[in-house]
């Protein structure tokens, strides 16, 4: 089955940039999704498609997607950006929704 | 407003079964795939299955294939998740999901736009 891989904690201070990967076998050819999930409530979708937002997202949150490496990228980021992040992608060929192992974003 | 509202959660011994609702507002239930998520209490998210907007086509996870059933009542905008032979491993935080596609295809059916609040599992003697 297809494995999405993402480090499991990312540090930034506040007014820089956070970048959390996501590794998986030629990803790029895949659509990545990106998920906010702050304790104790739902997942929020923050990108989609690899690059868009939905309504309502801030422009500081943006998504590349090339080769085998997705990424989320925060720019200046805030205190209220801390959470868990998790990708997602669709596997054709297990017919699975797959998720990545999320990664803890902690803003110092 | 765009509303997920799960219930049906609950305590149950292993073996046993229950059965999850999500009630769905706000939008054209039939025109959308649906999804269940979960998420094992300090763990991440675990797809579990996924339906077709008209209920024809269902996926289920290997650790619940067999043992899952996932339905619509596109008359009701609900979504269910029959789960029989439960074990422990199957405690967890129960998320429906909406998709942003009617169906799956060799795409999937796109991101989940909407997610509902929740609802605990607990499998335990």
């Known amino acids: 089955s297809y494995v999405l891989t993402q480090p499991p904690s990312v540090s930034v201070a506040p007014g820089k940039t956070a970048r959390i990967t996501c590794g998986g076998n030629n990803i790029g050819s895949k659509s990545v999704h990106w998920y906010q999930q702050k304790p104790g409530q739902a997942p929020v979708l923050v990108v989609y498609?690899?690059?868009d937002r939905p309504s309502g997202i801030p422009e500081r949150f943006s998504g590349s997607n090339s080769g085998n490496t997705a990424t989320l990228t925060i720019s200046r980021v805030e205190a209220g950006d801390e959470a868990d992040y998790y990708c997602q992608v669709w596997d054709s060929s297990s017919v699975d929704v797959v998720f990545g192992g999320g990664t803890k974003l902690t803003v110092l | 407003e765009v509303q997920l509202l799960e219930s049906g959660g609950g305590l149950v011994q292993p073996g046993g079964s229950l059965r999850l609702s999500c009630a769905a507002s706000?939008?054209?239930?039939?025109?959308?795939?649906m999804s269940w998520v979960r998420q094992a209490p300090g763990k991440g998210l675990e797809w579990v299955s996924a339906i077709s907007g008209s209920g024809g086509s269902t996926y289920y996870a290997d650790s619940v294939k067999g043992r899952f059933t996932i339905s619509r009542d596109n008359s009701k905008n609900t979504l269910y998740l029959q789960m029989n032979s439960l074990r422990a491993e199957d405690t967890a935080v129960y998320y429906c999901?909406?998709?942003?596609?009617?169906?799956?295809?060799?795409?999937?059916?796109?991101?989940?736009?909407?997610w509902g609040q929740g609802t605990m599992v607990t499998v335990s003697s």
């Open positions: 498609d690899d690059s």
């Open positions: 706000g939008f054209t239930f039939s025109s959308y795939a």
């Open positions: 999901a909406k998709a942003v596609k009617h169906y799956y295809d060799s795409s999937g059916a796109g991101a989940f736009d909407i």
